[in-house]
Structures are given as structure tokens and as C-alpha cells.
């Protein structure tokens, strides 16, 4: 029940943050091209704006998304190793740079299997 409450309230969290990203980077945006005005269409078109802003606003709030849950792995990494090192040190050096090079091992994989599932190179389920 505990665990529910707190995914909800996470979710709902980085909602808010992705969305308050979103209106902040539109405002911003509709904001310059308005302080640039008739200058604007002459060094672009409308759907180069178009795409331009729509574009920033997916990478801006898709990066405050990832944060918050990258933050509190970091988090859980350092209270783990630090529990771990009131029981052996031994087996908390092995999880402070295993966990790592797991990651880094495990990456450039996780990429290629997302490339070769966009690109249709294969069906990957």
C-alpha cells in the first residue's frame, strides 16, 4: 500500500515538473519570436518554429523527467553501500564497482536493441 502511495506521488511529481518544463520552454519561445517579430519570417518559416520549439520542449522535459528517477538512484546506490559497509566492506567495494561496470557493460547493448527495434531491423518483445 505504502509502495503505491509513493509511485503515485512520484508520478504525479514528475508530471508536474515535465509539464511546468514544457509551458516554461513554450513561453520562452513564443516570447523571443515575439520580441523578434517581422524578422523572424524572413530567417524562418513557420513550421521550422514549429518544429524547433516543439522539439526543445520534448528534449527539455524528457531530461527533468529522467532526473528525478537518476537522482534517486544514485541515492539508493550510496545508502545501499553504506549499509553494506556496516556488514563487510569487502562485499560493499564489490557492489560500489560492480554496479557500475555492470551499467557500462550493459549500455551500448540496451542501445543496440533499441536502434535494431526502431529501425525494423527485427520484432524484439
Known sequence: ?????VAIARHRTLTKVR?????????????????LGSTLSRKVTAGEMT?????????????????????G???A??????MLLSISPLL?????????VVAAAVGPLLSRLRSARTTGSGRVT
Open 73 to 75: 538512484t544514485v541515492v
Open 51 to 71: 518544429t524547433i520549439g516543439i522539439g526543445d520542449v520534448w528534449v527539455i522535459s524528457q531530461s527533468l523527467t529522467l532526473t528525478g528517477p537518476g537522482a
Open 19 to 35: 509539464m511546468d518544463a514544457a509551458f516554461r520552454t513554450v513561453d520562452a519561445v513564443v516570447e523571443h519570436s515575439t520580441r
Open 92 to 100: 560493499a567495494l564489490v557492489v560500489l564497482l560492480g554496479a557500475p
Open 77 to 82: 546506490h550510496v545508502v545501499v553501500a553504506g
Open 1 to 5: 500500500m505504502l509502495n503505491a502511495a
